[in-house]
């Protein structure tokens, strides 16, 4: 007569085996049926589940999430929310209840009237990022700096000028993201306690971010390390008097790239890690070689005019991350060369540079071949490289050491920074 075991019976070293081969949601199902099953799910999960995403986690019903929340509340640090009002699985209440070690938060598509009575509970939090999707902030950013007081990092998008002065009452902050206009005194106001501050992104500070505002940025927050914007009317090369600028990710008028990129070249060599240039327009062979003087950068974001400007770039050694997407005038040899001298390099966007060829291919995978570790993901759509050349080679050469992608990168990633490199195709060119 065959043998009958009760599976709530099970040892814990079995039934974690077990939960090993079932999908989350299954395991929650079965956390829900008793301590035993729900102490072997807090034990497989016990190093999980730092950062969650609420749109890739694969719950479905508000039953999942909670038990998800009761059980990996404690363990979650950084949340991201997706879901608009609309959604069937309204969160924050939970998440206000359950992860009482909550440090980070981003909320991108729920209205704010809605989730501020539960985000102000979480006094945890050190870092805020919220859009101020369809306008319905009552206060929020004075409501947070009363309730929220260990906020360091704050993100701020479609918040009224009104509200956004209040961002001056936070004088810890070390990262501030302000994707909504204010005037020049305004900005000034809001950035002037903030001597601790290390990261400013902005978008078009076109009507504030002006030459008198940049000079008080650089004497006021002398420890900024990194800074975005797009468009402002700022004579850029005061950015040559942040001592401490590492990432840099502006968009430079044609006007202004000789001077800039000298100073940056004369004051910026020995700590400039990462060098983003919006709209990726040219860069000629002067500006390159002002360029290759920067020799810390890591990341690389431009459009060479042509292979003498890469020649230039080449001689930098430190570069892990470039895109020369859409610089169709540049040939593979000295690409080549550039591949070979960095044996850091991890990322390289070639797509829309159409000279290049099955040629390039070959010469980066004897460079690959020296290397000990450190593939090289390579994005080359629309170059002229056949896509079957990984097939047709023989296998002594370093294929797992090259990634070879045909489509657009979906962008760069790494050292806490990401950049979305989608192809910018100029009207005409400059």
Same mark, same amino acid.
């Given at each position: 007569?065959?043998?009958?075991?009760?599976?709530?019976?099970?040892?814990?070293?079995?039934?974690?085996?077990?939960?090993?081969?079932?999908? $989350?949601?299954?395991?929650?199902?079965?956390?829900?049926?008793?301590?035993?099953?729900?102490?072997?799910?807090?034990?497989?999960?016990?190093?999980?589940? +730092?950062?969650?995403?609420?749109? !890739?986690?694969?719950?479905?019903?508000?039953?999942?999430?909670?038990?998800?929340?009761?059980?990996?509340?404690?363990?979650?640090?950084?949340?991201?929310?997706?879901?608009?009002?609309? +959604?069937?699985?309204?969160?924050?209440?939970?998440?206000?209840?359950?992860?009482?070690?909550?440090?980070?938060?981003?909320?991108?598509?729920?209205?704010?009237?809605?989730? *501020?009575?539960?985000?102000?509970?979480?006094?945890?939090?050190? &870092?805020?990022?919220?859009?101020?999707?369809?306008?319905?902030?009552?206060?929020?950013?004075?409501?947070?700096?009363?309730?929220?007081?260990?906020?360091?990092?704050?993100?701020?998008?479609?918040?009224?000028?009104?509200?956004?002065?209040?961002?001056?009452?936070?004088?810890?902050?070390?990262?501030?993201?302000?994707?909504?206009?204010?005037?020049?005194?305004?900005?000034?106001?809001?950035? &002037?306690?903030?001597?601790?501050?290390?990261?400013?992104?902005?978008?078009?500070?076109?009507?504030?971010?002006?030459?008198?505002?940049?000079?008080?940025?650089?004497?006021?927050?002398?420890?900024?390390? &990194?800074?975005?914007?797009?468009?402002?009317?700022?004579?850029?090369? $005061?950015?040559?008097?942040?001592?401490?600028?590492?990432?840099?990710?502006?968009?430079?008028?044609?006007?202004?790239?000789?001077?800039?990129?000298?100073?940056?070249?004369?004051?910026?060599?020995?700590?400039?890690?990462?060098?983003?240039?919006?709209?990726?327009?040219?860069?000629?062979? !002067?500006?390159?070689?002002?360029?290759?003087?920067?020799?810390?950068?890591?990341?690389?974001?431009? &459009?060479?005019?042509?292979?003498?400007?890469?020649?230039?770039?080449?001689?930098?050694?430190?570069?892990?991350?470039?895109?020369? *997407?859409?610089?169709?005038?540049?040939?593979?040899?000295?690409?080549?060369?550039?591949?070979?001298?960095?044996?850091?390099?991890?990322?390289?966007?070639?797509?829309?540079?159409?000279?290049?060829?099955?040629?390039?291919?070959?010469?980066?995978? !004897?460079?690959?071949?020296?290397?000990?570790?450190?593939?090289?993901?390579?994005?080359?759509?629309?170059?002229?490289?056949?896509?079957?050349?990984?097939?047709?080679?023989?296998?002594?050469?370093?294929?797992?050491?090259?990634?070879?992608?045909?489509?657009?990168?979906?962008?760069?990633?790494?050292?806490?920074?990401?950049?979305?490199?989608?192809?910018?195709?100029?009207?005409?060119?400059?």
């Amino acid at each position: 007569m065959a043998r009958i075991t009760n599976f709530s019976d099970l040892n814990r070293s079995c039934v974690l085996f077990i939960f090993k081969f079932l999908s $989350l949601e299954d395991q929650l199902h079965l956390a829900r049926c008793c301590r035993g099953f729900r102490d072997a799910f807090v034990q497989l999960h016990r190093h999980h589940f +730092h950062d969650v995403i609420d749109r !890739e986690t694969n719950l479905r019903t508000l039953d999942d999430w909670q038990t998800f929340l009761w059980l990996c509340g404690g363990s979650i640090r950084s949340i991201q929310s997706y879901f608009d009002d609309d +959604h069937p699985l309204q969160l924050l209440p939970m998440i206000s209840k359950y992860c009482y070690r909550l440090e980070s938060i981003t909320i991108n598509n729920a209205t704010v009237a809605r989730t *501020q009575p539960y985000l102000l509970k979480i006094t945890s939090l050190r &870092k805020v990022h919220v859009r101020n999707y369809k306008s319905t902030s009552k206060d929020l950013i004075k409501a947070m700096q009363i309730r929220l007081p260990h906020i360091t990092s704050l993100g701020l998008e479609s918040f009224e000028r009104r509200e956004l002065q209040e961002v001056v009452h936070f004088r810890n902050l070390v990262e501030l993201l302000m994707y909504d206009e204010v005037t020049a005194s305004e900005f000034t106001a809001i950035i &002037k306690p903030m001597s601790n501050l290390r990261s400013l992104q902005l978008r078009n500070a076109k009507r504030f971010l002006t030459t008198g505002s940049l000079r008080y940025l650089a004497s006021t927050c002398r420890h900024l390390e &990194k800074l975005s914007f797009n468009d402002c009317d700022a004579d850029l090369t $005061l950015l040559s008097q942040f001592s401490n600028l590492k990432y840099l990710q502006i968009y430079c008028p044609e006007e202004l790239k000789g001077r800039f990129f000298k100073a940056l070249a004369i004051n910026c060599s020995s700590h400039l890690e990462f060098l983003i240039l919006h709209r990726k327009r040219w860069i000629n062979e !002067e500006q390159a070689q002002h360029i290759s003087a920067l020799k810390s950068l890591k990341w690389l974001v431009c &459009k060479p005019r042509d292979d003498s400007c890469v020649q230039h770039l080449a001689k930098l050694s430190q570069l892990e991350c470039v895109s020369f *997407q859409c610089a169709r005038e540049i040939g593979e040899q000295k690409l080549s060369i550039m591949v070979a001298n960095n044996d850091q390099l991890r990322y390289l966007n070639i797509c829309y540079c159409l000279g290049i060829t099955d040629s390039f291919v070959l010469d980066t995978l !004897e460079s690959l071949a020296k290397r000990a570790f450190q593939p090289l993901h390579l994005f080359a759509a629309a170059t002229d490289i056949r896509h079957d050349i990984m097939d047709r080679l023989p296998p002594d050469y370093p294929l797992k050491m090259l990634c070879l992608n045909f489509e657009c990168s979906e962008g760069i990633t790494g050292n806490n920074h990401f950049y979305i490199d989608e192809p910018e195709f100029d009207r005409q060119a400059v």
